[in-house]
């Protein structure tokens, strides 16, 4: 069954490291964020668009994905999704109330079938200053989870949240949020794998420049490219992956395909790639060892905490 769509927009991504600080380094003097808030030892940071932020940085005795965040519209969306994550297989751990961290706003917190915490925030804090600068993250581009059974995730995403199926590759469910007139090819994308880690944060860049100068900095720093520069298949857009601090493999990527309900679903039979082929330019090795193995080493975190 697909649902009326209860959520707008992928907010924020929030992670537990073993250091925090090395981390928050990392994140506001290579890869392009600003800090725009603290709460205790928490470290809240920006992109350049209006969401208040875009990632949270707790301290953590190892790297764990503490939630994924959503947005919804309204509390009445909220409210919705209090009644239909429990209806499809979810579970309702903390019902739509005030959300005391920075960015405030309403929130609901939930656990879907496979145990990922997420969260949906809906009158949180956004900022009015977004002139870009070209080096620097806008937003979240998509969060991409492992799964050990990908279309039990996929229904549940459809039916709890409303959110629309965009194309299946032989190894991937790629997941919209339906938005008007149009919204990214995919916000969320479910990986078949035999664990149900975080595989990927993507940040939308300004443009193919900016993901192709980013990888130099990146390398600069110490940080090699683990797959890319390339362009995707489904969604289009052009990548390069890297292994951030921690552990935390993080994207860098632009010009993801504008979409709506007209967009043709298409299989894995669609998307196949000539043997070899990595990428729709043709360009890029295949993703390193390095990066596979670090895209099966970051869990959820237990809750309640
Ligand atoms: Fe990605």
């Not at 917190?109 to 145990?115: F, I, M, T």
């Not at 997941?175 to 149900?196: E, K, W």
């Not at 390069?240 to 993801?256: K, M, Q, S």
């Not at 890029?284 to 309640?304: E, G, H, T």
Request: charged share 20%; glycine share 10%; net charge negative.
């Amino acid at each position: 069954m697909v649902a009326k769509p209860l959520v707008s927009a992928l907010r924020s991504v929030e992670v537990g490291l073993p250091d925090v600080a090395g981390a928050e380094a990392f994140f506001t003097t290579i890869w392009g964020l600003r800090v725009v808030a603290r709460q205790g030892a928490a470290v809240y940071l920006r992109a350049t668009g209006e969401d208040h932020h875009v990632l949270a940085l707790h301290p953590a005795a190892r790297t764990e994905l503490r939630s994924v965040t959503l947005r919804s519209d309204s509390l009445a969306d909220l409210q919705a999704l209090a009644l239909s994550v429990p209806a499809q297989g979810g579970e309702l751990l903390r019902p739509p109330g005030p959300l005391e961290e920075p960015g405030g706003g309403q929130a609901i917190v939930v656990r879907d079938p496979q145990g990922r915490i997420i969260r949906a925030v809906c009158g949180d804090e956004r900022h009015a200053d977004t002139d870009g600068d070209a080096d620097r993250p806008i937003r979240l581009a998509h969060a991409v989870l492992n799964s050990h059974d990908v279309a039990q995730g996929l229904a549940f995403y459809e039916s709890a949240f409303g959110m629309r199926l965009a194309d299946r590759t032989r190894i991937m469910a790629f997941i919209r949020i339906p938005r008007r007139p149009q919204g990214d090819h995919h916000s969320i994308a479910l990986a078949d794998a035999d664990n149900d880690c975080l595989n990927h944060v993507a940040f939308v860049m300004p443009d193919l420049e900016s993901v192709m100068r980013g990888g130099g900095r990146m390398k600069d720093a110490g940080y090699p490219i683990e797959w890319g520069p390339g362009r995707h298949g489904p969604g289009n857009n052009s990548f390069n992956y890297f292994v951030g601090p921690c552990g935390l493999v993080i994207e860098y990527t632009a010009d993801v395909s504008q979409i709506d309900d007209a967009y043709p679903v298409r299989g894995p039979a669609d998307w196949k790639w000539p043997a070899g082929r990595f990428d729709h330019w043709g360009i890029s090795a295949p993703p390193s060892d390095r990066l596979k193995a670090a895209q099966r080493q970051v869990a959820f975190a237990p809750w309640p905490r």
